[in-house]
């Protein structure tokens, strides 16, 4: 089960990628789920490592 800090370091790791070999550019998508709060929290973690790219 992924937690929303999974979500923070896999963007942050995706990001440099991209920062690295395509001059930053990201596509970002995130599926749904169940669990709407897991959801929210998972995405507001995403949104926030983007950010802080």
């Known amino acids: 089960m992924l ?4 979500f923070t370091w ?6 440099a990628i ?7 550019r990201l596509v970002s998508v995130l599926e749904g789920g169940y ?3 897991a959801l929210a929290a ?3 973690a995403h949104v926030k490592a983007l ?3």
Do not use: N
């Not at 991209?18 to 930053?24: I, N, T, V, W, Y």
């Open 10 to 15: 896999i963007t942050a790791e995706i990001a």
């Open 35 to 37: 669990d709407r709060s």
């Open 42 to 44: 998972s995405a507001a």
């Open 18 to 24: 991209a920062s690295d070999k395509a001059c930053g």
């Open 51 to 53: 950010i802080a790219a």
């Open 3 to 6: 937690h929303e800090d999974d």
